[in-house]
T-cell receptor, first 113, second 112 residues
Framework: EAQVTQNPRYLITVTGKKLTVTCSQNMNHEYMSWYRQDPGLGLRQIYYSMNVEVTDKGDVPEGYKVSRKEKRNFPLILESPSPNQTSLYFC????????????FGQGTRLTVV | GNSVTQMEGPVTLSEEAFLTINCTYTATGYPSLFWYVQYPGEGLQLLLKATKADDKGSNKGFEATYRKETTSFHLEKGSVQVSDSAVYFCALSDWGAQKLVFGQGTRLTINP
């Protein structure tokens, strides 16, 4: 089954404690990205990757890091989380090209206290 | 930059009512347009799309037509069901900036 898998689904952490949210896709997609969803703001892109070892900033990259060492995995790293990073996070993957469908993970609800 | 504006929610309707969720966009060039749906506790999934002007996307009774002259992509369904309750996102693909640009989402609740 084609899918994007994120872990964990829920996470409560404390300010400053490094964390990683994993994302894996099994569709051999070149393009992967991370979004955060906040009420009234829709989804905003954090980082994206067009292929292995190729990553770039989206609209709201501050406080986040990513890596793309393998085509299927695209982890999101928060080196020193802060309360304003409390949000719902989604990983997505797609083929390159306009008009292609993006496949989303089920989301990770992160709370930073 | 490119942007998408959706009608404010939440929207509450009775079963079998007619649904319209408005979406307008600002874009340079010729973006592709999408509607994604998010059911409770799940990720987004593609509902329908249109890749050029005058194209009509359709799926599960929903329709939307890419109107370049009015820069719109309104979502419609003739008779909604309780199972259509979800959050709906209009989006455009902006491959010049390598991303999907989303509207703020519209929460739809259908009462029996």
């Amino acid at each position: 089954e084609a899918q994007v898998t994120q872990n964990p689904r829920y996470l409560i952490t404390v300010t400053g404690k490094k964390l990683t949210v994993t994302c894996s896709q099994n569709m051999n997609h070149e393009y992967m990205s991370w979004y955060r969803q906040d009420p009234g703001l829709g989804l905003r892109q954090i980082y994206y990757s067009m292929n292995v070892e190729v990553t770039d900033k989206g609209d709201v990259p501050e406080g986040y890091k990513v890596s793309r060492k393998e085509k299927r995995n695209f982890p999101l790293i928060l080196e020193s989380p802060s309360p304003n990073q409390t949000s719902l996070y989604f990983c997505a993957s797609s083929l390159l090209g306009q008009g292609t469908e993006a496949f989303f993970g089920q989301g990770t609800r992160l709370t930073v206290v | 930059g490119n942007s998408v504006t959706q009608m404010e929610g939440p929207v509450t309707l009775s079963e079998e009512a007619f649904l319209t969720i408005n979406c307008t966009y600002t874009a340079t060039g010729y973006p592709s347009l999408f509607w994604y749906v998010q059911y409770p506790g799940e990720g987004l999934q593609l509902l329908l799309k249109a890749t050029k002007a005058d194209d009509k996307g359709s799926n599960k009774g929903f329709e939307a037509t890419y109107r370049k002259e009015t820069t719109s992509f309104h979502l419609e369904k003739g008779s909604v069901q309780v199972s259509d309750s979800a959050v709906y996102f209009c989006a455009l693909s902006d491959w010049g900036a390598q991303k999907l640009v989303f509207g703020q989402g519209t929460r739809l609740t259908i009462n029996p």
